[in-house]
């Protein structure tokens, strides 16, 4: 079953539009950890945030900023004022406890694309 | 050093060749990850190394053999691939309880299987 849910597949914007990215994750642990990532055409893996499933809290760095709410099971997040360097794959991401150990599980994620 | 370095970058391998792809980090971390990542797919989980000790196998075929021969260093012996095996192998580690401090991840090793 899919743990963690991407509902846009692809997003084109023009640039200093601002993109918002969804995220819906399933668990059954109280005890979590989700994630997001960006991966440009080069292939790394860059972290963005990490997020515990006991806080909440709302956080903003620069562009970037990402809405938490457990009650929806959601973790959403929007670049403001896109630009061209924003252009990737963005992964949202669920860590939680599988049988001997933590397993990090990835969404099918989103390729967001900025057009000058 | 708060890098996990993967080599080779890129690898072309015949399907009767033997190959080991290799990981290393040296940030204290005890728990390693090797990650499948196909083109236009998300990273998809192959194995959980947690103190050198294999915790998950995903069901990964045979012909993936994972080694942690010491806690610096993950390697992944390949052996009669297919080519349907190619793409780009991730490593990761992190502290054991991988979510509390997040995971590290290596730029990768594209596999191409000829």
């Known amino acids: 079953a899919q743990k963690v849910t991407q509902a846009q597949t692809e997003i084109s914007v023009v640039e200093k539009e601002d993109v918002t990215l969804d995220c819906v994750y399933e668990?059954?642990?109280?005890?979590?950890?989700l994630f997001w990532y960006k991966q440009p055409p080069s292939g790394e893996l860059v972290f963005l945030i990490r997020r515990n499933s006991f806080d909440e809290q709302n956080e903003i760095s620069g562009r970037y900023s990402w809405n938490f709410q457990k009650s929806t099971s959601s973790f959403n997040f929007t670049i403001t004022a896109s630009q061209v360097v924003d252009s990737a794959v963005y992964f949202c991401?669920?860590?939680?406890?599988?049988?001997?150990?933590?397993?990090?599980?990835f969404g099918a994620g989103t390729t967001v694309t900025v057009r000058a | 050093d708060t890098e996990v370095t993967q080599t080779p970058k890129h690898l072309v391998m015949g399907m009767t060749n033997k190959k080991s792809l290799k990981c290393e980090q040296h940030m204290g971390h005890r728990a390693m990850y090797w990650y499948k990542q196909k083109a236009k797919k998300p990273p998809e989980l192959m194995f959980v190394y947690s103190y050198e000790k294999l915790s998950i196998n995903e069901s990964v075929p045979s012909r993936f053999s994972p080694e942690c021969p010491n806690s610096s260093l993950l390697n992944l012996h390949l052996h009669a691939l297919q080519p349907e095996d190619s793409a780009l192998y991730l490593c990761?580690?992190?502290?054991?309880?991988?979510?509390?401090?997040?995971?590290?991840f290596g730029s990768g090793t594209r596999l191409t299987v000829v």
């Open positions: 990761a580690s992190s502290q054991v309880r991988g979510g509390d401090y997040g995971y590290t």
């Open positions: 668990t059954r642990d109280t005890t979590y950890y």
């Open positions: 991401a669920l860590s939680e406890k599988s049988s001997n150990d933590y397993k990090l599980s």
